[in-house]
C-alpha cells in the first residue's frame, strides 16, 4: 500500500557536487545536491542555490561557475563544503582540496574532482527557498587517471558520490547500459552453423 505525504522533495538520488565559484583571489565552494542536467545542445546544466547562502552573491556577481563531481575519497569535503559557511571559513584549507585555475572561466576548478564542468549563467530564475542558475557548459576537465586501456573516458572507476534523503551513498555496481534492454543477444556459436 502507498501513502500519500504532502508535497515535498522526494526525488533521489542526487549527484552531490561541490561548486567551485569566485577568483584566483577569492573563492569559495559549496556543496549542492539540486542540480542537473537541462540541455545536450548546447550544453546546459542548473544548480539550485538559496540566496542567504554566501556563494550565491558571489555566483550571481561573477555570472559563472564550476560544478566538480565528487567521489567517495572526497565525501567528508563534501559535507564540510556543504555544512560550513565561506563567510567564516577558507573551505579550500578546511577540507584539503586544491584549487586549479580555470581555463573558460576565472573560478577554480577542484583538482581531486574526476569531472568538472565550467559554467556561465544564462539566466537566474527565483523560484522560491532556492534561485535556480541556468548556465551553459563552456568548458569540460576530465581527469586523465580515468581513461581505460583504449583511451576511452571511464567515470565508473571513479565512485562517484551521490545523496539521498540526507545521506550520502558511493555508486554502486552497474546494472547495465543505456540501450541494453532492447540489444539483441549475440548469436551463440550453434546458431551461427
Known amino acids: 500500500m502507498k501513502l500519500d505525504w504532502k508535497p515535498g522533495t522526494m526525488l533521489y538520488p ?31 546544466l542548473y544548480i539550485s542555490v538559496r540566496p542567504e547562502r554566501y556563494s550565491y552573491d558571489i555566483i550571481r556577481r561573477a555570472g559563472e561557475f564550476t560544478v566538480n563531481l565528487t567521489t567517495a575519497a572526497m565525501a567528508r569535503a563534501t559535507d564540510l563544503c556543504g555544512v560550513r559557511s565561506g563567510r567564516d571559513t577558507d573551505k579550500w584549507a578546511a577540507s584539503g582540496l586544491h584549487p586549479v585555475p580555470g581555463v573558460a572561466v576565472a573560478c577554480p576548478s577542484v583538482l581531486e574532482s574526476p569531472v568538472s564542468l565550467e559554467c556561465k549563467v544564462s539566466q537566474i530564475l527565483e523560484l522560491g527557498s532556492h534561485h535556480m542558475f541556468l548556465a551553459e557548459v563552456v568548458n569540460v576537465r576530465a581527469d586523465d587517471a580515468y581513461l581505460d586501456a583504449d583511451g576511452r573516458f571511464d567515470l565508473a572507476k571513479a565512485g562517484l558520490l551521490n545523496y539521498s534523503h540526507g545521506h550520502y551513498y558511493c555508486q554502486g555496481r552497474p546494472l547495465g547500459h543505456f540501450g541494453f534492454s532492447v540489444r539483441r543477444k549475440p548469436l551463440d556459436k550453434k546458431s551461427r552453423k
Not at 549527484?15 to 545536450?40: F, H, K, M, Q, R
Request: hydrophobic share 45%.
Open 14 to 44: 542526487l549527484p552531490a557536487v561541490i561548486v567551485s565559484c569566485g577568483d584566483e583571489n577569492a573563492s569559495n565552494l559549496i556543496t549542492v545536491a539540486w542540480t542537473g542536467t537541462v540541455c545536450t545542445s548546447p550544453a546546459m
